[in-house]
């Protein structure tokens, strides 16, 4: 949970949470139940309000989330947490594959393109009944773009900044590295 937590905040760079230490939050079940997925009691980490990420708020796809995470000691700062654990070789080896499955798959310019597409037209009809009724514009098939590009130019940064910050805080074989 861990792992795909970082992944997604530091792919999408959402400004308002690792970088800002806010919007972290856990859950967990308070009965066990076996047979029922993700009723075992573990904490797992819940991804909201995304809404500076992915091209908002001057968090462009260049910008080296993995790098800039807070890093000080202060009580839930998953920063230093992440680089104390990259010293760790099967957490490296962990968050490059599932950071590479990610990129290939979840997070893949196709698949962002066709949400964002299938969104678009289900909200449609409602941004022009909204302008009809309150006569209140939103451009904003201009956010739609800006995810797009967003997603389109973020695998090129996201490799190598993750392949830096790998090299950085666990020293792999040569060839090791494939983000």
């Not at 066709?114 to 302008?131: F, G």
Request: charged content about 20%; overall charge negative.
């Amino acid at each position: 949970s861990l792992i795909d937590f970082l992944i997604t905040e530091s792919y999408v760079c959402n400004w308002d949470s690792l970088i800002n230490l806010n919007n972290i939050m856990l859950w967990r079940t308070n009965s066990i139940s076996a047979g029922v997925p993700y009723a075992d009691g573990r904490w797992r980490f819940m991804l909201y309000d995304t809404e500076y990420s992915a091209g908002f708020s001057g968090m462009d796809a260049s910008y080296n989330y993995l790098a800039n995470m807070d890093s000080t000691e202060k009580t839930g700062c998953y920063g230093a947490l992440f680089y104390h654990l990259m010293d760790n070789a099967k957490f490296a080896e962990q968050f490059l594959q599932s950071y590479e499955n990610a990129v290939k798959t979840q997070f893949s310019y196709e698949r962002a393109a066709d949400r964002i597409s299938h969104y678009l037209s289900l909200l449609s009809e409602v941004y022009a009944d909204t302008e009809k009724r309150f006569g209140y514009h939103s451009d904003y098939t201009n956010g739609a773009l800006t995810v797009m590009d967003f997603f389109q130019k973020r695998p090129e940064y996201a490799r190598s900044q993750c392949e830096s910050i790998v090299s950085k805080y666990h020293s792999l074989e040569s060839g090791d590295v494939d983000c």
